[in-house]
């Protein structure tokens, strides 16, 4: 599955020119949404006959730094060891797996609710 981010890298490059000060907001829109993801992936996860334990290993890391904010999303070892059952998403070498929903359907829904909080913490109206 492919998801079409034109919109979003135009936005990533008008929020380039936005104060300072909106920065800590449009961490927060981040964070918020990474949530939303995980949240999505977690109920996925729970609701497999299977792989209930990759519900455990999900989690989000934030990063700021030059090149712009960012969340990584999904099956963490340092939070839990079920991590290791991360193949139930695309599914191992020698078969088996790959029933857990792809995460980036999660993201895609998430994809529009996340540009119109950026675009309002930026000034744009809707």
């Known amino acids: 599955m492919s998801i079409d981010a034109s919109e979003l890298d135009s936005l990533a490059h008008d929020l380039g020119t936005v104060p300072l000060r909106v920065i800590p907001k449009v961490k927060s829109s981040v964070s918020k949404g990474a949530l939303k993801i995980k949240n999505q992936m977690i109920m996925d996860a729970q609701s497999s006959t299977s792989f209930k334990a990759v519900a455990r290993a999900i989690d989000y890391d934030l990063t700021v730094g030059g090149d712009g904010i960012s969340a990584e999303i999904g099956p963490s070892s340092s939070k839990d060891s079920a991590a290791g059952l991360s193949g139930a998403y695309w599914g191992w070498s020698n ?30 109206i809707f």
Request: net charge negative; charged share 25%.
């Open 95 to 124: 078969g088996g797996g790959g029933t857990l929903p792809d995460p980036s359907i999660a993201l895609e829904a998430e994809v529009p609710k996340f540009m119109e909080a950026l675009a309002k913490e930026a000034g744009y």
